[in-house]
């Protein structure tokens, strides 16, 4: 680390970079209150979702416990055929957003299957939607957790490091400053006495 030069210049420069540490702190904090209510909505919502999917499986094996004993494939029944996703802007963080989701029942003859598919079909469209929320929402909280932790961490560099420093850094030079500024003081006076004494003894010549 340089030497800190205890003059009038590192004054003024140590000055300036406190006042910018300081107008840094307000929009770091505010932006850390932003991520923080988001992470609290986005861990609400996925935790919805969660207990949604949870319900919906509760439904399946209660409503349709028939379904354990048929060989039936969820996949040839349901199929995806339009997803997709989009990023909002938040704070500089570009978090996914669930934009379109479109699922396409295959054709099926109702006579060769059982009545109770058209129910089997229905829970499973419910169940697909919250399976794809609960990834994005996961993907979100977890961009949200990365970009609170390094806003903390830049908090608490000017909080509690560079701003303490520069204080600091100020204190000891103004008293660097003001003790040459008193010794300059005691010097001319000590010069001032000195001319005299030597004034008067060429007088008493």
Request: charged share 25%.
């Amino acid at each position: 680390m340089a030497k800190l030069a205890l003059n009038k210049t590192t004054l003024n420069r140590e000055g300036r970079k406190l006042k910018a540490f300081r107008q840094f702190v307000p929009a770091l904090d505010l932006k850390r209150k932003q991520l923080l209510a988001a992470r609290q909505e986005t861990r609400l919502l996925l935790r919805q979702q969660q207990e949604l999917l949870q319900t919906l499986q509760q439904q399946v094996s209660q409503q349709l416990p028939m379904l354990s004993g048929y060989d039936l494939d969820p996949n040839e029944l349901l199929q995806v055929s339009k997803l997709e996703v989009r990023h909002i802007n938040l704070v500089g963080l570009e978090l996914p957003e669930l934009s379109v989701l479109e699922l396409e029942i295959s054709t099926y003859s109702r006579l060769l299957l059982p009545h109770w598919v058209d129910a089997v079909i229905l829970l499973l469209e419910q169940a697909f939607r919250a399976e794809v929320e609960i990834q994005i929402y996961q993907q979100r909280y977890h961009l949200l957790e990365e970009g609170l932790q390094k806003t903390t961490q830049r908090l608490n560099l000017f909080d509690k490091v560079l701003i303490p420093e520069a204080q600091a850094n100020i204190r000891r030079i103004r008293i660097a400053l003001s003790d040459a500024e008193r010794a300059g003081v005691v010097r001319a006076k000590i010069a001032k006495n000195k001319r005299a004494r030597i004034a008067l003894q060429r007088g008493g010549l």
